[in-house]
């Protein structure tokens, strides 16, 4: 807790600490679902229904893709060396500070009641589970539809065709915007673009929806709704902007 630390910082500072190394840590330790388990306590979710122990085999798949990851700029809580240092446990001894300051180390129930959860908390920690779930269906949502216009090339032109383009143009014009969809899609992958990548997005969709609009506005009755769907295209890409962020 901070209030620990402040205190053990001012104590070596006014040399009422012998010199020597302190580990500031609580009487008893707790395995890492005990911490979660506190946490979701303060937060003020409910417990958790069951608890999923992941073989080893599998977390450490998670964190190769994790340091993959890492090398496009996400900081990925899940890295190898994270997964390490969990796997082995953080632990010290509160032996030696106990008896030279005189006080033990609040617990984390102790420090957990001594903050104040407020609901920018609980929305903190469902946003940063749905940041990286959100990043990668909006970056397949614009692959894929950059894939679907090439593969479907003749029939979406169709569509440009059938209110006075020429088949040449009209195939061109899906050819430049499925290859900017891909661009956009593949770009957002790397994370010091992320940010603006997703203006990007939002501008595009906000273009396609305009100039779609104007040549041809009869989609706008179409049964499958290509121009509504564009709406929540627009949206999610200034929602992903602001799970982005950072202090």
Known sequence: GMDDLCQAVLQAARSELPPSSYDLVEDTAHPLREVVSETRRWLGFRAARFVLTVPRVLTKAVASGADLLGRAGWRSPLRSTAM???????????????????????????????????????????????????????????????????????????????????????????????????????????????ARVCLAQAGVALFYLIAATFTVPMLWADPLGPLVKILPALLLPLFARTLLETR
């Open 84 to 194: 390490t240092v969990m796997e082995e446990g953080v632990t010290g001894d509160p032996a030696p500070y106990r008896a030279a300051s005189g006080r033990p180390i609040a617990s984390l129930r102790q420090i957990y009641d001594g903050l104040t959860c407020g609901p920018s908390h609980r929305l903190s920690a469902r946003m940063s589970l749905l940041m990286p779930v959100t990043i990668a269906i909006l970056s397949l949502f614009w692959v894929m539809s950059g894939l679907l216009g090439l593969i479907s090339l003749t029939q979406a032109a169709e569509v440009l065709t059938r209110v006075g383009w020429s088949m040449g143009w009209a195939k061109t014009s899906v050819l430049f915007w499925s290859f900017v969809d891909i661009a956009l899609g593949l770009g957002l992958l790397w994370r010091p673009w992320a």
